[in-house]
């Protein structure tokens, strides 16, 4: 899943996206709100980690576009602004959650997930795929009811998948919701996952749809 993390404090952006790496995120970073609104507008998220306080342009302002402009993605506030009145003007701008500073980052990925789970269509904390499931809320996986073992990118590309079960996702759009923006990409790199992933799930549960992409089957449907 791929998140915008918007903050203009480097230190902790940094601290930030490399936890919501390590959680198996794809992460891209805007640090002032010119470039964030340009982001949310151009690219496609999963959700988005909003500071209020950024240069150029108020955290506030940029929110207000999207939502005027008809995107959806979730939206949580990361602040140190506590004040009621500064929550409320969070909250009428279209924002999903507030966080205020100094947080734990496990309540922030937590939080994260619920609101990605939320917005999914069908709204289900558990989602299967003939022996496959993935608990969005904690972000793991089983197959045959044991825990399945995952690399960060085999995650990512496991998610985008089984999100969207059944249906053809175009391999250029697994490439964009699986890397950050600024990662140098081997053109076979996502072949070399959907290959690993293939031997720890079953090789038929992994389709390529040539000239498309690949999707995700129960194993030995037909």
């Known amino acids: 899943m791929k998140i915008l993390l918007v903050e203009d404090d480097e230190p902790l952006s940094a601290e930030l996206a490399k936890a919501l790496r390590a959680e198996g995120f794809a992460v891209d970073l805007a640090r002032n709100g010119i470039d964030a609104g340009h982001l949310g507008e151009t690219e496609t998220y999963d959700a988005v980690v909003l500071d209020l306080g950024l240069p150029q342009r108020d955290g506030v302002s940029v929110l207000q576009d999207w939502r005027s402009a008809g995107r959806t993605v979730p939206v949580l506030i990361l602040t140190a602004r506590d004040g009621w009145s500064d929550k409320v003007a969070g ?76 249906a053809v996702v175009p391999r250029g759009q697994l490439i964009e919701r699986v890397y950050d923006g600024d990662a140098e990409v081997d053109s076979n790199s996502v072949e070399v996952i959907i290959t690993r992933l293939r031997r720890k799930i079953a090789p038929a549960a992994i389709e390529t749809v040539r000239g498309h992409g690949y999707r995700l089957m129960p194993a030995g449907a037909a």
């Open 91 to 166: 909250f009428k701008a279209g924002a999903d959650d507030y966080l205020v500073k100094p947080f734990r980052v496990e309540e922030l990925v937590m939080r994260l997930r619920a609101l990605m789970r939320r917005a999914q269509a069908n709204g289900a904390a558990r989602v299967a795929c003939g022996p496959l499931t993935f608990d969005a809320g904690l972000g793991t996986f089983e197959h045959h009811g044991l825990p399945l073992r995952l690399t960060g990118l085999e995650w990512r590309v496991l998610c985008a998948l089984i999100l969207r079960r059944e």
